[in-house]
């Protein structure tokens, strides 16, 4: 998956016309990690390696799909939630009457970035950390599907102003550029599905119940921090449970690209085995 996205990423720069954006330093970064991986945490140091990747190409496939300038689905999502009787931004204006609230859900919005470090580290040298990012990947490319056919401005908070200027530059041409990258991504909310994926990966282990009342604010705070509506959140969360319940074997890639890396190594190495005088 992470290669699929990364050649996307090259053919949406490629058919958009946009000028190369500079990714040598992530690349180079990735190429480092794998590098070291050889001698030292293997699981661990390939699973940073992939992320770096796959975050700098899902970037700028977010902001490509932004620039593609389709119809605002602001107008359809905001009537959804109409005929529903919700309404986000009076949501947020309560909440922002709450100082106290609207601090808890912040955090618990923020958290996220935390949480998913945690999680690394937990199983920094098991195969469950593959599994979480095979799920990671597979929830973002399912939505930046959806958010390229369905882009929209979200509700104004107190976050989502200076995210949505990224947004609207880009529709008005603004160069990709994945060192400016913003969670632009309105419906369905990545944010849910994220918070569901860890929910999963934290479910057998003592952090259980910490992680279902975290990700629980979590979830709340998509509509009054993250600028969400309504319908966002069960979009989000069906993304989550898709990639959940996809086959969980997920194995530490030990394929043609760490035999490679490998095979390099030796070639460089100033005693190879048989080769001593």
């Keep these: 998956m992470m290669i699929a996205t990364a050649l996307a ?12 954006p500079n990714v040598w330093l992530p690349l180079a970064a990735s190429a480092l990690l794998w590098a070291v991986s050889l001698k030292w945490q293997p699981n661990l140091l390939r699973a940073l390696a992939t992320l770096v990747v796959f975050s700098v190409s899902f970037t700028l496939l977010m902001e490509g799909a932004a620039a593609a300038k389709l119809p605002l689905a602001d107008r359809s999502l905001a009537s959804i939630d109409a005929a529903l009787g919700l309404s986000a ?4 204006a309560w909440v922002a009457k709450h100082p106290w609230l609207s601090l808890l859900l912040q955090c618990a919005y923020f958290s996220i970035m ?4 945690l999680l690394i580290l937990l199983n920094a040298e098991k195969p469950e950390l593959w599994l979480f990012l095979k799920r990671f990947f597979l929830a973002a490319q399912i939505a ?8 929209a401005e979200g509700v104004a908070t107190c976050l989502s102003p200076p995210v949505m200027a990224r947004f609207h530059a880009l529709r008005a041409g603004a160069p990709l550029d994945w060192q400016q990258a913003q969670g632009i991504v309105t ?7 994220w918070g569901l994926i860890l929910l999963a ?12 009342v975290l990700n629980g604010l979590m979830i709340v705070s998509t509509v009054t921090t993250g600028g969400h509506y309504f319908i966002d959140v069960p979009g989000g969360v069906l993304v989550g449970l898709v990639v959940i319940m996809q086959p969980t074997a997920a194995a530490v890639p030990t394929g043609w690209a760490a035999h490679l ?3 390099v190594a030796q070639r460089l190495s100033p005693t190879r085995s048989g080769g001593a005088s």
């Design 9 to 20: 990423a090259a053919a949406m720069i490629w058919a958009l016309g946009a000028p190369l």
């Design 89 to 92: 931004p009076a949501l947020v």
């Design 114 to 117: 935390p949480q998913t470090c």
């Design 144 to 151: 930046l599907c959806l958010f390229f056919f369905f882009p």
């Design 187 to 193: 419906f369905p909310s990545f944010h849910v599905a």
């Design 201 to 212: 990966s934290f479910w057998k282990t003592p952090l259980r119940w910490p992680a279902v």
């Design 261 to 263: 890396w490998r095979q």
